[in-house]
């Protein structure tokens, strides 16, 4: 079955404690991409990935780290955690962006992780 | 820079026909996508324009106007599984931008 995972699916830790929120899809996805989404702010993108070892910041990445030594695999990294972290966050993926000429692909989202930061 | 407005609420009856709309403005215009979004869930695909004009599938439409900067979702025959956030979403080159959505309730 083709899917989007996540892992943990919820997490509670505690200020300062470094943690990783793993995401891995097998589709053969070159984009990859990392969001979280609160209350009345909607899905906002912390970090995207084009293909391996290629990384960008999206629109929100103070706080975070991402690694993409796999074309499965893109990890969320928050070195210091912190209260205003406390968020759902979603991975997703879908084929490169431009491929296929002027149309854009869908993503692919995983189910969420839901993590609170005490 | 990239914008876009949703209203943050609707409602409807089982079996009306609903309209979301969405306005935007972005600097490059590469296409826009609708998404739903079950509650506590994953946003799932519903439709991509790129150009104007109304695209059908099923129950669900989405109208496009690059001149307006302005969207559409239609949805017709509504169900209570309906019942769910709709998101308009802009793609750039490689970042995306989402808006905050539109909760739809479908009532009895």
């Known amino acids: 079955e083709a899917q989007v995972t996540q892992n943990p699916r919820y997490l509670i830790t505690v200020t300062g404690k470094k943690l990783t929120v793993t995401c891995s899809q097998n589709m053969n996805h070159e984009y990859m991409s990392w969001y979280r989404q609160d209350p009345g702010l909607g899905l906002r993108q912390i970090y995207y990935s084009m293909n391996v070892e290629v990384t960008d910041k999206g629109d929100v990445p103070e706080g975070y780290k991402v690694s993409r030594k796999e074309k499965r695999n893109f990890p969320l990294i928050l070195e210091s955690p912190s209260p205003n972290q406390t968020s759902l966050y979603f991975c997703?993926?879908?084929?490169?962006?431009?491929?296929?000429?002027?149309?854009?692909?869908?993503?692919?989202f995983g189910p969420g992780t839901r993590l609170t930061v005490l | 820079g990239q914008n876009i407005d949703q209203p943050t609420e609707m409602t409807a009856t089982e079996g009306a026909i609903v309209q979301i709309n969405c306005t935007y403005q972005t600097s490059g215009f590469n296409g826009l996508f609708w998404y739903q979004q079950h509650a506590g869930e994953a946003p799932t695909f519903l439709s991509y324009n790129v150009l104007d004009g109304l695209e059908e599938k099923g129950r669900f439409s989405s109208f496009l106007s690059r001149s307006k900067g302005y969207s559409y979702l239609l949805l017709k025959e509504l169900q209570m599984k309906d019942s769910a956030s709709y998101l308009c979403a802009l793609p750039g080159t490689y970042k995306y931008i989402f808006g905050t959505g539109t909760r739809l309730k479908v009532l009895a």
């Open positions: 997703a993926s879908s084929l490169s962006p431009l491929a296929g000429g002027p149309a854009y692909n869908e993503q692919f």
